[in-house]
C-alpha cells in the first residue's frame, strides 16, 4: 500500500520539541526517510531512543544558529546518500526557553537586547541559513519543498491578559520572528520559482503541552474550536504541505489554530 511520503527523504531541524518529535514520528509511519536534527541533550536522546534500529530514520546534532554546522551538516547528509526533498525550518527558541525553568519572566520594558538577538538569531537567521542551503546544495538539481514553521502569533497579536499569573508569557521577540518566517517564505517562493522548488509556511495554533486548566480555559476563549490543538493535529497539515499533494501551492500560510486567526 502506498504511503503519503513515500519516496521522500525529509530534514528537519529542531526535531525533539513537543512538535519535531510527532512530525518525525509520523512522517517514518507514513513512508518517508528522515534526517532528524537537534541541540544534544534529553531530548535528542529522547528521540534517538524512540526510533532506535529503524533503518529509515538519522539523527544528526546540530545547532541552527550556527553557520559552520548548517554547512557541514548539509555536506554530511548528502554524502551519506540521504539527499533531502523537504525541508522542515522547525526549529525555534521560546520565552520559555530562553528564560529557563524558574526564571522570572522580563516585563517588555526590561527585555534585554542579548535575548532578543539569540531569539533572532535561532529563529529567523537559522531558518535563513538552512534555506540558502538548500540554495547551494539542492534546489534546481531536483524538485523539491521547503516548508518554515509561523506559528498563530506570526500575523496576530498576542492577548496578554491571557498570561496575567502564568509563569511564563508573549515573548515579543518569538512573534516578531515568526513574521519574519513568512516574509522568507514569500521571497523564496517566488525567487525559486523557476527551480522546481515549492515554499510554504505553517501556522501552528496554541499547542498542549501540559499547560495548567486555567491557561487552557483562557487560550479556549479566543478559539473557535474551544480548546488547544494536539499535536498530531498540526502533524496532519504538515504531512499534506511535505507531500507531492501539494505541489502546487506555493508562498502560502496555511494556519492551523482552530479558528483563532479567523476571529
Keep these: 500500500m502506498t504511503k503519503q511520503l513515500d519516496g521522500r527523504t525529509v530534514f528537519i531541524t529542531g526535531s525533539g520539541g513537543v512538535l519535531g518529535s510527532t512530525y518525525v514520528r509520523r512522517m517514518l509511519e507514513q513512508g518517508a526517510r528522515v534526517v532528524s536534527t537537534d541541540l544534544p541533550g534529553a531530548r535528542a536522546d529522547a528521540l534517538k ?9 538519522r539523527f544528526y546534532d546540530m545547532d541552527v544558529s550556527d553557520e559552520a554546522q548548517v554547512t557541514e551538516i548539509f555536506k554530511r547528509v548528502m554524502a551519506d546518500g540521504w539527499n533531502p526533498n523537504v525541508v522542515l ?22 527585555t534585554s537586547v542579548e535575548d532578543w538577538n539569540k531569539t533572532m538569531h535561532v529563529n529567523l537567521t537559522g531558518a535563513f541559513m538552512v534555506a540558502r542551503q538548500m540554495d547551494r546544495d539542492i534546489v534546481g538539481n531536483y524538485p523539491c519543498t521547503l516548508v518554515n514553521v509561523a506559528s ?9 491578559p491571557i498570561y496575567d499569573g502564568m509563569p511564563f508569557k508573549n515573548f515579543s521577540a ?15 517562493a517566488g525567487y525559486w520559482a523557476k527551480r522546481q522548488a ?9 499547542v498542549f503541552n501540559n499547560h495548567s486548566e486555567e491557561f487552557q480555559k483562557r487560550v479556549g476563549e479566543l478559539i473557535m474550536a474551544g480548546r488547544m490543538c494536539e499535536p498530531d493535529e498540526i502533524a496532519d497539515a504538515m504531512l499534506f504541505l511535505a507531500s507531492p499533494q501539494a505541489g502546487y501551492m506555493t508562498g502560502q500560510m496555511v494556519n492551523v489554530d482552530g479558528g483563532f486567526s479567523a476571529w
Design 89 to 110: 525550518n522547525n526549529a525555534a527558541i521560546t520565552g520559555e526557553m530562553l528564560m529557563g525553568a524558574g526564571k522570572s519572566f522580563p516585563d517588555f520594558a526590561d
Design 174 to 188: 518569538y512573534g516578531v520572528t515568526k513574521a519574519g518566517i513568512h516574509g522568507l517564505t514569500v521571497w523564496l
Design 152 to 160: 498563530m502569533y506570526a500575523l496576530n497579536g498576542a492577548h496578554h
Design 49 to 57: 531512543a524512540a526510533h532506535d534500529g529503524n533503518e529509515n530514520f
Design 198 to 206: 515549492t515554499v510554504n509556511t505553517i501556522a501552528p495554533g496554541a
